[in-house]
């Protein structure tokens, strides 16, 4: 199982690609105020962009791209 999204938001690595809008990460983005607040669950891979499955529940989220594997909000310390 590939986890080097899972690892680096453990690690806290810059994102190369906005995790709620899918562009380039530095530029000027339209963030709604909770996704500003990083309540939202991320919609694209930091690393590479693409569009991610997203499972949103009850106590957080999940969310899978297809080259990076999988992270889950549990093992962020995100609530
Ligand atoms: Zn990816």
Redesign the pocket.
């Known amino acids: 199982m590939n986890d080097?999204?899972q690892v680096a938001l453990l690690l806290e690595e810059r994102p190369v690609?906005h995790p709620n809008t899918g562009r380039p990460f530095g530029e000027a983005q339209t963030l709604s105020p909770s996704a500003r607040a990083g309540l939202e669950a991320p919609r694209?891979?930091?690393?590479?962009?693409?569009r991610?499955k997203v499972q949103v529940r009850p106590d957080g989220w999940d969310a899978t791209?297809?080259?990076?594997?999988s992270v889950d909000s549990a093992y962020l310390g995100q609530r």
């Open positions: 080097a999204l690609f694209y891979c930091q690393l590479c962009g693409r991610m791209c297809s080259r990076h594997g």
